[in-house]
């Protein structure tokens, strides 16, 4: 509350600038309500991993000063002030700064963590920083481009030798069966069944044709059911084969141009069952190991993978084939994946799978072969 029209001591006279309109139209506007917030807060697995990599390395975080990128409701300051940091610093975009004001001052640690208010990019700090905590990840890790802000923050605030929580992170595709992949296709089925009807009224009742417009709606739907990600808590039974591990992520040393520059690694999916394979499955894992300066005693990994136990709120992008692709056990997908920024908007994304089946009765023995003309390529976004 504010006091002779003084703010309140945690949110410090420091500040920086709000997000410029359209990129909180399109990113931030949702983060300042608490409905949000509080979705994120009660993923337990997610909470739950930040709070044991805090607490169970006091050590590390005892007499420190810490920088919490994108704080939102600022549990992440809470939870390292808990652990004994010197002072912490909570930068948070929208105004659901204002909440976590609140719950620093109600939960007494107003002397320890100063809220800030304005994107990282234009805050200015009293000093260099020993940590950073940020639970920066989106939709198949990069979904969001809040990655950019972590890594602004590391190389304007960090200290030499200081660590970033979480530390590594890695993507993941496997090859799965999929209900959805039909469902998806039946609604595309009937979306153009409807535009058929739609456009016989339209010359009937009103004698203008609109059939001209045909591959126009099409394309707009298969964009829409065939070329978009969706997300889904896919079930460990639905893997038709083992995940493969095709990028990692040192933030210690990641620089920010090789998050921005699109890329292409390669992937290679060996097939456990027999089974049609209708969609590939991405998802990520973080992990929080500290720095070689400074490592986490008690290392903990947060993981998206297909759990029965206890799924996140991130899920896994299913990206669905159509056609599905025949498989036998034994028999192998090579291929590539190319992940870009979307140009209309950066903080989403553009995927491409290059690829092709190797039956297991023609695998060389040797090296992953080179693709082959007959390749298949399916493009897709993350919205």
């Known amino acids: 509350m504010e006091q002779n029209g003084r703010l309140p001591e945690n949110s410090s ?20 309500f608490l409905f949000h917030q509080k979705e994120m807060l009660e993923d337990h697995k997610r909470t739950g991993a930040y709070y044991t990599a805090i607490m169970q390395n006091q050590a590390q975080f005892k007499d420190k000063v810490v920088l919490d990128v994108g704080a939102g409701s600022g549990i992440l300051a809470i939870f390292a002030a808990q652990a004994g940091a010197r002072k912490v610093y909570a930068v948070e975009a ?22 800030i208010q304005g994107t990282i990019e234009t805050v200015e700090l009293p000093e260099k920083v020993d940590l950073i905590v940020s639970e920066w990840m989106g939709y198949f890790l990069l979904r969001e481009s809040m990655l950019d802000s972590v890594l602004v923050a590391r190389d304007k605030f960090l200290k030499p030798g200081g660590a970033l929580y979480p530390s590594h992170a890695r993507l993941y595709v496997a090859p799965i069966r999929s209900n959805l992949t039909h469902s998806r296709q039946n609604e595309f089925r009937n979306a153009m069944e409807g535009w058929a009807s739609f456009t016989d009224d339209m010359q009937r009742y009103y004698g203008v044709r609109m059939d001209c417009l045909n591959d126009s709606f099409r394309d707009e739907q298969k964009q829409y059911y065939q070329q978009t990600a969706a997300w889904a808590d896919v079930s460990p039974n639905q893997l038709a084969g083992r995940p493969w591990c095709f ?26 069952e027999a089974a049609p394979i209708e969609a590939f499955a991405g998802f990520f894992d973080v992990q929080f190991k500290g720095s070689p300066e400074n490592p986490a005693s008690f290392e903990v990994l947060l993981s998206t993978a297909p759990d029965p136990q206890c799924s996140t709120h991130w899920g896994q992008q299913v990206f669905h084939l159509y056609p599905p692709i025949n498989a036998q056990p034994g028999d192998r997908i090579s291929g590539d994946i190319n992940i870009s920024r979307k140009k209309e908007n950066h903080r989403l994304m553009q995927v491409v799978f290059q690829h092709c089946i190797i039956p297991r009765q023609q695998q060389p023995q040797a090296a992953t072969p080179k693709l082959q003309s007959t390749e298949r390529v399916d493009f897709f976004s993350i919205e």
């Open 94 to 115: 929208t105004d659901v700064a204002k909440h976590a004001r609140k719950l620093v001052q109600h939960n007494r640690l107003g002397s320890i963590i100063s809220v």
């Open 247 to 272: 990028k990692q992520y040192d933030l210690l040393t990641v620089t920010p141009q090789e998050i921005i520059d699109s890329f292409k690694e390669h992937f290679e999916l060996q097939i456990i």
């Open 13 to 32: 006279d420091l500040k920086g600038d709000a997000p410029d309109a359209t990129d909180f139209a399109n990113y931030f506007c949702t983060y300042a």
